[in-house]
């Protein structure tokens, strides 16, 4: 029985550490493809409103959508990072119990931004995680 | 890469799937047996890229 439930709790922290790890390379060849275009939206807006905050915002407003989209989607990353550590760790504590929720929440709230097969395999990881550490998010720690 | 491909948000997040796609063959080659947990993700390049430009302004304003 005890070797059942480890076998089963290491092929779900498996596919917890493939997803994490999934996503945060996918994020960041995202990042390596969208900064150039970012950077110079930014530098052509800087030097065209050096002292007009207003204007220099507008002028980035649909480049800083994705920015933003982008920094959702790594916060979640990095939740659910953290949420993965500690579980592979070992640590079957207060910490654990309380970021799987939280890395949950930030995923759900990026979930929208993702194309349909990464939020299948979302879907499945959070099943995972409610699973493993069900409860809510109250704060992040 | 064409500059306008990230005009919307939506083509930005078509990238990001097709990275997506090709990631778990790519760790299939690389990783085989148990996965072990990458580094967490750091300071981006696009927030690095903004924090400079606001660091600038923000110097300019100063003077």
Redesign the interface.
Known sequence: MVLVLTACSSSLQDSAVRTTNGLGLALEAADAVFAPVWAKALADANAAFPDDDGRFHQAVATQMQIYEALGIARDAQRWLHLAVQQWVAGDEGAMWKEVAPCAVAELRQAEPLFTAEQQAAFAVLIADLDAVAPGVCVSHP | ?K?G?????KD??????Q???A??E??KLFRPG?????R??GE????K??RA?EE??AA??AK
């Open positions: 890469m500059p491909m990230f005009e919307s948000i930005a997040f078509a990238v990001l799937g990275a997506w796609k990631i778990p790519i760790v148990k996965p072990t947990l990458d967490a993700l981006s390049q696009a927030e890229e903004l430009i600038q302004r300019r304003k």
